[in-house]
């Protein structure tokens, strides 16, 4: 049996839980779970925010471990592999998205890592809030050497949510990027941008953020509830990563996009509200547009790109057993920048 945590209802704690792996297939890697991050989407889904949850639910998917055991027709990895899985752990395979490496819009909808149903047989996805976990090499992928783990599993969701787009629409050299929000995405969108060499600005509410968001990559910070600095921020940015996860007024941003610019919604789940008016996307050819984590391939680059650049989340460890005190501190910003579980605490329920 594999220990975990998991929610049983959307008003409920989530609390210990065991269930069954399923056996090995001949495309398996079997995953002794080590660390895993705790994102937004876990509590959205634990708490059933989009109606859809299926219970009991375990989250989790920002996950390393080391590999334990591989299936007969596995070659790429090997027993003792330090290795990571994301967001999904399944796709068609046959679709034009999946041929072309970019398994999260397969047109048949990828198999997320956890609340959804194994398209083979059926079982339900359980994540990394638990022991172990078994996942095709396919979906597998390494962990630099070197690299530290427990700040590299929230790399799997964080780190390829806003490193993907960045890669999409090219940035570089001679660019301007801003980041709304300085939270599990926004920090890793300023560390990106400034690696790829970008000039990056921090939209942010709070002034006591500047020294942060330098430390961070930011060459510039803005202070949103300021009206003259975003006057004085207007037809200034080509791309504009928007990390907040809840419905806010984007119009403001629109307003700072250069001619030609991109403003990417990132964090938000649902409606824009209040609406976005087209006047300004028209008078400067402006788009709004958004994103979702990149393949696997992608992924495995971005990791690459980070151990090449010295690129990890900045993390705060917690145990399994704080994850409901976790959850609430999540709601209300606080934590720098993500929280990681240090699944061997599993041990203690």
Same mark, same amino acid.
């Given at each position: #049996?594999?220990? =975990?945590?998991? =929610?049983? +209802?959307?008003?409920?704690? %989530?609390?210990?839980?065991?269930? /069954?792996?399923?056996?090995?297939?001949?495309?398996?890697?079997?995953?002794?779970?080590?660390?895993? !991050?705790?994102?937004?989407?876990?509590?959205?889904?634990?708490?059933?925010?989009?109606?859809?949850?299926?219970?009991?639910?375990?989250?989790?998917?920002?996950?390393?471990?080391?590999?334990?055991?591989?299936?007969? @027709?596995?070659?790429?990895?090997?027993?003792?592999?330090?290795?990571?899985?994301?967001?999904?752990?399944?796709?068609?395979?046959?679709?034009?998205?999946?041929?072309?490496?970019? @398994?999260?819009?397969?047109?048949?909808? =990828? /198999?997320?890592?956890?609340?959804?149903?194994?398209?083979?047989?059926?079982?339900?996805?359980?994540?990394?809030? +638990?022991?172990?976990?078994?996942?095709?090499?396919?979906?597998?992928?390494?962990?630099?050497?070197?690299?530290?783990?427990?700040?590299?599993?929230?790399?799997?969701?964080?780190?390829?949510?806003?490193? +993907?787009? *960045?890669?999409?629409?090219?940035?570089?050299? !001679?660019?301007?990027?801003?980041?709304?929000?300085? $939270?599990?995405?926004?920090?890793?969108?300023?560390?990106?941008?400034?690696?790829?060499?970008?000039?990056?600005?921090?939209?942010?509410?709070?002034?006591?953020?500047?020294?942060?968001?330098?430390?961070?990559?930011?060459?510039?910070?803005?202070?949103?509830?300021?009206?003259?600095?975003?006057?004085?921020?207007?037809?200034?940015?080509?791309?504009? %990563?928007?990390?907040?996860?809840?419905?806010?007024?984007?119009?403001?941003?629109?307003?700072?996009?250069?001619?030609?610019?991109?403003?990417?919604? *990132?964090?938000?789940? !649902?409606?824009?509200?209040?609406?976005?008016?087209?006047?300004?996307? #028209? #008078? !400067?050819?402006?788009?709004?547009?958004?994103?979702?984590? $990149?393949?696997?391939? @992608?992924?495995?680059? #971005?990791?690459?790109?980070?151990?090449?650049?010295?690129?990890?989340?900045?993390? @705060?460890?917690?145990?399994?057993?704080?994850?409901?005190?976790?959850?609430?501190?999540?709601?209300?910003?606080?934590?720098?920048?993500?929280?990681?579980?240090?699944?061997?605490?599993?041990?203690?329920?």
């Amino acid at each position: #049996m594999t220990k =975990a945590y998991a =929610a049983q +209802s959307a008003d409920t704690d %989530l609390e210990p839980f065991s269930f /069954t792996r399923r056996d090995l297939r001949a495309d398996d890697v079997a995953i002794d779970i080590l660390y895993c !991050g705790v994102c937004h989407s876990d509590l959205h889904h634990a708490r059933n925010h989009a109606g859809y949850t299926l219970y009991p639910t375990v989250p989790g998917h920002e996950i390393v471990g080391r590999v334990t055991a591989v299936g007969s @027709e596995v070659s790429k990895f090997q027993p003792g592999d330090m290795v990571g899985v994301g967001c999904y752990v399944d796709s068609c395979q046959k679709c034009k998205p999946c041929h072309a490496g970019e @398994e999260p819009y397969c047109v048949e909808y =990828a /198999t997320p890592t956890y609340g959804f149903m194994d398209r083979h047989d059926g079982m339900p996805s359980y994540g990394g809030y +638990s022991e172990n976990i078994i996942v095709s090499d396919k979906f597998t992928v390494r962990i630099p050497e070197g690299m530290d783990a427990k700040s590299a599993a929230p790399l799997l969701c964080a780190g390829i949510t806003t490193y +993907s787009p *960045l890669r999409h629409w090219k940035v570089g050299p !001679g660019h301007k990027v801003a980041v709304v929000g300085l $939270g599990g995405l926004g920090h890793m969108g300023l560390k990106f941008a400034k690696a790829m060499g970008a000039e990056v600005t921090l939209f942010t509410r709070s002034p006591d953020k500047e020294q942060e968001a330098r430390r961070l990559g930011a060459d510039h910070v803005v202070l949103s509830t300021d009206e003259a600095q975003m006057a004085a921020a207007a037809n200034s940015f080509d791309y504009i %990563l928007d990390t907040v996860p809840n419905a806010h007024d984007v119009n403001p941003y629109v307003a700072t996009l250069a001619w030609n610019g991109t403003l990417i919604l *990132l964090g938000l789940l !649902g409606a824009i509200d209040p609406p976005l008016h087209n006047v300004p996307l #028209m #008078m !400067g050819r402006k788009s709004v547009a958004s994103s979702n984590v $990149g393949g696997i391939a @992608e992924t495995q680059e #971005m990791l690459d790109f980070c151990a090449a650049n010295g690129i990890t989340c900045d993390v @705060e460890m917690i145990d399994i057993q704080d994850i409901n005190a976790a959850y609430e501190r999540m709601e209300k910003g606080d934590v720098h920048y993500r929280f990681v579980i240090d699944n061997a605490s599993l041990r203690k329920s």
